[in-house]
T-cell receptor, first 115, second 114 residues
Framework: TQLLEQSPQFLSIQEGENLTVYCNSSSVFSSLQWYRQEPGEGPVLLVTVVTGGEVKKLKRLTFQFGDARKDSSLHITAAQPGDTGLYLCAGISEKTTDSWGKLQFGAGTQVVVTP | NAGVTQTPKFQVLKTGQSMTLQCAQDMNHEYMSWYRQDPGMGLRLIHYSVGAGITDQGEVPNGYNVSRSTTEDFPLRLLSAAPSQTSVYFC?????????????FGAGSRLTVL
């Protein structure tokens, strides 16, 4: 059972459309990260959110951390083919006691943007 | 800027064979870790290290060994490969502690066990 549930699993849209990817949990996280992974490569960090209700923007990408720090969303405005990739959320549980937090990863959302 | 380097990129093994996946980082990161990525399962932590000489188990450690003799290197050993170990393996490193654990990943090693 995944601690972090991502939805949808797969999303195919046309260039110029908007999309939202969700990351949900029943657990509280002290911080949450979003990564993007392209074929044949490792995940690359997009953003870290640490405060409940926090909203961060990275060009056309908007990230939101839920008020209760149990969920997060990634919204892409006017998607481009370069946005194609596997989007992974990862969080450090508030219950983690060691000083080196171990990230828990969701299964990912595969996004395909066609021209 | 090499970052995290993994070798080999592809490997095919027969059941029972042993091998080592290599991982090296040149960022002087204290924290290094190994993950495996399987379809629909996300990334699962195998082993991690918080510094030279210190290693610990992650979520799925069975069948894998690690050691950390230097800050730069963190090899993952499969002593007797099984088909269930067919996966893509990622090494990642970080300089941070809780709350700032930003991982830098290698490009991955795809392992097939027949």
């Amino acid at each position: 059972t995944q601690l972090l549930e991502q939805s949808p699993q797969f999303l195919s849209i046309q260039e110029g459309e908007n999309l939202t990817v969700y990351c949900n949990s029943s657990s509280v996280f002290s911080s949450l990260q979003w990564y993007r992974q392209e074929p044949g490569e490792g995940p690359v960090l997009l953003v870290t959110v640490v405060t409940g209700g926090e909203v961060k923007k990275l060009k056309r990408l908007t990230f939101q951390f839920g008020d209760a720090r149990k969920d997060s969303s990634l919204h892409i405005t006017a998607a481009q083919p370069g946005d194609t990739g596997l989007y992974l959320c990862a969080g450090i549980s508030e219950k983690t006691t060691d000083s080196w937090g171990k990230l828990q990863f969701g299964a990912g959302t595969q996004v395909v943007v066609t021209p | 800027n090499a970052g995290v380097t993994q070798t080999p990129k592809f490997q095919v093994l027969k059941t029972g064979q042993s091998m080592t996946l290599q991982c090296a980082q040149d960022m002087n990161h204290e924290y290094m870790s190994w993950y495996r990525q399987d379809p629909g399962m996300g990334l699962r932590l195998i082993h991690y290290s918080v510094g030279a000489g210190i290693t610990d188990q992650g979520e799925v450690p069975n069948g894998y060994n690690v050691s950390r003799s230097t800050t730069e290197d963190f090899p993952l050993r499969l002593l007797s490969a099984a088909p269930s170990q067919t996966s893509v393996y990622f090494c990642a490193s970080s300089r941070g502690s809780l709350g700032a654990n930003v991982l830098t990943f290698g490009a991955g090693s795809r392992l097939t066990v027949l």
